[in-house]
């Protein structure tokens, strides 16, 4: 089992993304590499804290690779844009890649740049080793199960 954090705009859509992927074996919306301790969404929403609504993936290598998944991930979002993703707009909606495992970095950096290719301006998404993640409010987890007509930046075709 191996675990990294990912940022991309909105958490309830991230997490309902890769909820349905092979090989994930657990997710959890949260709060990452901000300033302070267990944040209130309302905290967070200030922009005041300098965390990024972001989702812990729990996931087995031996069924999905970490290429597997950013290549996944790189499909549902814009990495060229600062702070915003679809509608949400905002510090806490930054993209980042926050990584647990040193050995997963080289991984992460050939994943952006063969991305690169696809832009022609520059990716601006984060990669940092995870500093923190705070656990968000029970009412997001799983917050598009249980709400299905909630809002996602997410095309809908992306997240069959």
Not at 91 to 98: L, V
């Amino acid at each position: 089992m191996k675990k990294i954090v990912l940022a991309g705009g909105c958490f309830w859509g991230i997490q309902a993304y890769f909820d349905n992927k092979k090989g994930i074996l657990s997710t959890k919306v949260g709060y990452a590499n901000g300033n302070g301790e267990n944040p209130s969404y309302e905290e967070v929403c200030n922009e005041d804290t300098g965390f990024a609504e972001a989702c812990l993936l729990e996931y087995n290598a031996g069924v999905i690779t970490l290429e597997e998944l950013l290549e996944l991930y790189w499909r549902i979002i814009d990495p060229t844009i600062v702070n915003r993703q679809g509608n949400d707009m905002g510090n806490q909606y930054r993209t980042g890649i926050y990584y647990i495992d040193e050995e997963d970095v080289e991984i992460i950096e050939k994943s952006r740049e063969k991305q690169q290719k696809n832009y022609n301006k520059k990716i601006v998404t984060e990669i940092l080793p995870l500093k923190n993640f705070y656990d968000a409010e029970e009412y997001h987890q799983k917050y598009l199960e249980k709400n299905p007509g909630g809002y996602c930046h997410i095309p809908g075709e992306l997240m069959e």
